[in-house]
């Protein structure tokens, strides 16, 4: 028995298969460009020709952009995390509260 291959659903599906191929991507990539909301066309566009050779394959392209996305996105909440901590210690010295004592002024 011949297994048919799966056809995709819409425009969208066949543009990210071609991508997938013309790139050569595997799933993985293909989840990490999606997710940083890249499109198919653009990856296309980004294939390195043999006179740009200061251009990363597109493999590398998306994994290094997805990668300096995470780190800027943990320096982030690392920040937020330390502003509210700081917030909270300032907004008891000025409410005259110390180590949960009322201070007399």
Excluded: H
């Excluded at 997710?35 to 740009?52: A, C, D, H, V, Y």
């Excluded at 330390?82 to 949960?100: F, L, R, Y």
Aim: aromatic residues 4%; contains cysteine.
């Amino acid at each position: 028995m011949v297994k048919k291959k799966k056809q995709p659903k819409n425009k969208k599906d066949k543009l990210w298969i071609e991508a997938k191929r013309r790139c050569r991507l595997n799933d993985e990539d293909i989840r990490m460009a999606k997710e940083m909301g890249l499109n198919p066309r653009s990856l296309i566009k980004n294939i390195p020709s043999k006179t740009e050779p200061w251009k990363l394959p597109v493999k590398d392209w998306i994994r290094e952009m997805y990668q300096k996305r995470q780190e800027k996105s943990a320096r982030k909440k690392a920040r937020k995390g330390q502003a509210a901590v700081e917030g909270e210690s300032s907004c008891q010295n000025k409410c005259g509260v110390m180590n949960n004592k009322l201070r007399v002024f």
